[in-house]
């Protein structure tokens, strides 16, 4: 159990657009979902945290307008990369959080979703 | 500030012998602490967590041993295996804002030779 997909796997797009990057909880429900960042030979730095039906947020640093964060339900919470530039390349991850049949402060983590702006 | 330390960025041992990962920490409100393994392109997975409470968690070849004074925390592998050869993160977790969060470090690279 516990199984969190995101979606894409990779993807390659041209500075100035904007990408989508979806994470589902798959077999339970995710009151929180987090997301991630890692650098190459880096830490995964937590970029916001949201939570079902309410607003993310965002840790200090990270640009809330640039990464549009919706958790639209229990378990789907999206990643809006807008007006992506080559900085923003990286690889993102997403966790969720389950709270019923599970303990509080255990996080599942998504495969990731590598981002290639060009 | 780094509140969770790895300062071995890479290990190799041999196959048989034991893997010892060490992580640092300086934030005493930390409550409890995990170990995850990472692949390349993939993310992390699960693999032993402790309490702040308690001071040693075995799980089959995986032991967790914690030292609250020291801040200090060591992950154990034995016996080593070749498929053990990955990046390993310790993290810790902290009730903050209305939730809990983790707080990685920044990894340690496993190498099991064979």
């Known amino acids: 159990g516990a199984v969190v997909s995101q979606h894409p796997s990779w993807v390659i797009c041209k500075s100035g657009t904007s990408v989508k990057i979806e994470c589902r909880s798959l077999?339970?429900?995710?009151?929180?979902m987090f997301w991630y960042r890692q650098f190459p030979k880096q830490s995964l730095m937590l970029m916001a945290t949201?939570?079902?039906?309410?607003?993310?947020?965002?840790e200090q640093g990270v640009e809330k307008d640039k990464f549009l964060i919706n958790h639209a339900s229990l378990t789907l919470s999206t990643l809006t990369v807008t007006s992506a530039h080559p900085e923003d390349s990286s690889f993102y991850i997403c966790?969720?959080?389950?709270?019923?049949?599970?303990?509080?402060?255990?996080?599942?983590f998504g495969p990731g979703t590598r981002l290639t702006v060009t | 500030d780094q509140q969770v330390k790895q300062n071995s960025p890479s290990l190799s041992v041999q196959e048989g012998r034991i893997s010892i990962l060490n992580c640092d920490y300086t934030n005493s409100m930390f409550d409890y602490f995990l170990w995850y393994k990472k692949y390349p392109a993939e993310g992390p997975t699960f693999l032993i967590s402790i309490s702040s409470i308690k001071d040693k968690n075995e799980d089959g070849r995986f032991t967790v041993f914690l030292n609250k004074s020291a801040k200090h925390l060591s992950l154990h592998i034995v016996p080593s295996q070749p498929g053990d050869s990955a990046v390993y993160f310790c993290a810790a977790s902290v009730y903050t804002s209305g939730t809990y969060k983790y707080i990685f470090g920044t990894g340690t690279r496993l190498k099991v030779l064979a």
């Open positions: 949201s939570n079902e039906g309410s607003k993310a947020t965002y």
């Open positions: 966790s969720a959080r389950a709270y019923e049949g599970h303990r509080s402060y255990e996080q599942y």
């Open positions: 077999d339970f429900q995710a009151t929180t």
